[in-house]
């Protein structure tokens, strides 16, 4: 199983979770896709795009669930980042948990496979 990575705000989260879909973030759905890291990324994505921020959560989806709508693409620096091209079910969410800051102002993450 590949589990790759979204982050966001616990209310937008509990909202998907309450509508049973998660179609994306306001950037998301911007770009046309929704924005996931690997477990290599993830960490630079949140010091990038999510710097000082609390009520986050970080979600992992089974990639494999996500069939042919989820596309490698190259971005940030030539690597390839997971991109959704529809929106997913939480049938493919293997666990959700909070994303808080550290007393150095970074955000701590569980341990990423």
Do not use: N
């Amino acid at each position: 199983m590949t589990l790759i990575y979204k982050i966001c705000s616990e209310a937008l989260w509990k909202q998907a979770e309450k509508d049973g879909s998660f179609a994306g973030a306001p950037i998301d759905l911007q770009d046309g896709y929704i924005h996931f890291s690997t477990a290599v990324q993830a960490r630079e994505t949140a010091e990038r795009h999510f710097a000082g921020q609390t009520d986050l959560v970080l979600v992992a989806v089974e990639a494999e669930k996500l069939g042919d709508a989820l596309r490698y693409e190259v971005s940030r620096g030539g690597a390839l980042f997971p991109h959704l091209y529809c929106v997913f079910s939480m049938a493919t969410v293997a666990w959700v948990k909070p994303l808080p800051l550290g007393s150095d102002g970074r955000h701590v993450f569980p341990e990423l496979t």
